[in-house]
């Protein structure tokens, strides 16, 4: 079945330092992929989405690119901030091959961020 | 409107209680879901409608009984709960379009329940 694979951290950065959060992928036909972030208490937000093989999904600074050879969708950004401390989830859909929605999603463990000042 | 709407935000019950859980889009999407995400843990997918007919449930407990009364509104009725139910229950909504772009799944805040 479909699986997603993230480093699960703590992730622990200073402010300003070069963020990469890995993520790959198991999946049977052409799974759209998305990084949610989660802050304390909240539920998810959608940060970037790729819906085909070398799509750049791109948000607040953030970028992943959908790399189907490698079967990857790694996260990164330039420069973290204080903010940026959250839990991040690499998840993908199409777990029942049908792609577009209704397939509901299949989530990474879940990365947990913290940026220090 | 761009949200997911749902509440309570916080709900306590004893495992005799019946309960239930609201959750409302109005974005026109025709496809609603139910995930149950346990502390440090990623959401798990309960149930899906699409065109407000069951079309996932993963193995759920008849405990939780979902509804869909019709497309902009969606419940999850709770009866006999045990402790370990305790969790976010989040909802989400997306496009079912097979034929159009695909833009994501938007996830309400969650109903933080604790049973006691």
């Known amino acids: 079945g479909n699986s997603v694979t993230q480093m699960e951290g703590p992730v622990t950065l200073s402010e300003e330092a070069f963020l990469t959060i890995n993520c790959t992928y198991t999946?049977?036909?052409?799974?759209?992929l998305f990084w949610y972030v989660q802050y304390p208490g909240e539920g998810l937000q959608l940060l970037l989405k790729?819906?085909?093989?070398?799509d750049k999904g791109s948000n607040k600074g953030f970028e992943a690119t959908y790399r189907k050879e490698t079967t990857s969708f790694h996260l990164e950004k330039g420069s973290v901030q204080v903010s940026d401390s959250a839990v991040y989830f690499c998840?993908?859909?199409?777990?029942?091959?049908?792609?577009?929605?209704?397939?509901?999603?299949?989530f990474g463990k879940g990365t947990h961020l913290i940026i220090q000042p | 409107d761009t949200e997911v709407t749902q509440t309570p935000k916080h709900l306590v019950m004893g495992m005799t209680n019946k309960k239930s859980l609201k959750c409302e889009q109005h974005?026109?999407?025709?496809?609603m879901y139910w995930y149950k995400q346990k502390a440090k843990k990623p959401p798990e997918l309960m149930f899906v409608?699409?065109?407000?007919?069951?079309?996932i449930n993963e193995s759920v407990p008849s405990r939780f009984s979902p509804e869909c009364p019709n497309s902009s509104l969606l419940n999850l009725h709770l009866h006999a709960l045990q402790p370990e139910d305790s969790a976010l229950y989040l909802c989400?909504?997306?496009?079912?379009?097979?034929?159009?772009?695909?833009?994501?799944?938007?996830f309400g805040s969650g109903t933080r329940l604790t049973v006691v």
């Open positions: 989400a909504s997306s496009q079912e379009a097979r034929n159009s772009p695909f833009y994501g799944y938007t």
């Open positions: 999946a049977t036909g052409y799974p759209s």
């Open positions: 974005m026109g999407h025709r496809a």
């Open positions: 409608y699409s065109y407000e007919k069951l079309s």
């Open positions: 998840a993908l859909s199409g777990k029942y091959s049908r792609g577009g929605g209704a397939d509901g999603l299949t």
């Open positions: 790729a819906t085909k093989a070398d």
